[in-house]
């Protein structure tokens, strides 16, 4: 199976879901043109708070839609956008990429994964009972966050549902993903 784009996704506004649209403009440093987390410096409002300095490493959130796949035999369901990422993707374990990835989108964007999404209440917000469903643990107990990754711009462009992804590991040793 071929990595994909199966649906892209913004908000002006700092609402949990995000409209579906037939494209998105990603700019270089700064992450979804037009979408309420676009910037240099962090636009989550929790990082705001403890220092609205941090450089961005949130500018564009990904999920597989085999999360949501998984999540349906829970009783969820969920549609692109609902969980509040920009690109949802699928035939690509976004979760087991390295540090430092760059994911290549189309013929013209690139972004480099930065790190996981770390679930929030907004979640139990939203369905009750979602946090604990994106969230599991290894049989050594570490915790497993399901709900996506992060990354920033490197290469700014159009994406669309339908795109290509390549994958692109960085140089070994590779850095397990940790959230952001």
Do not use: W
């Amino acid at each position: 199976m071929t990595a994909s784009v199966v649906a892209v996704s913004a908000s002006p506004a700092h609402a949990f879901s995000k409209q579906v649209l037939t494209s998105i403009t990603l700019v270089a440093g700064h992450g979804v043109q037009g979408d309420a987390h676009c910037g240099v410096t962090v636009k989550h409002r929790s990082r705001v708070a403890q220092d609205p300095t941090q450089p961005n490493l949130r500018q564009v959130h990904l999920i597989h839609r085999e999360l949501f796949t998984e999540l349906a035999g829970k009783g969820y369901d969920i549609a692109p956008g609902q969980l509040g990422e920009n690109i949802t993707t699928m035939g690509i374990n976004l979760l087991a990429l390295p540090v430092d990835t760059v994911l290549y989108i189309g013929e013209q964007v690139s972004l480099r994964v930065t790190g996981l999404r770390n679930p929030c209440k907004q979640l139990d917000g939203y369905r009750p009972g979602l946090t604990a469903a994106v969230l599991d643990r290894t049989p050594d107990g570490k915790l497993v966050r399901k709900a996506g990754v992060m990354s920033v711009v490197l290469t700014g462009g159009t994406v669309r549902a339908g795109d290509a992804i390549r994958v692109a590991l960085p140089a070994e040793p590779h850095r397990a993903l940790e959230r952001v």
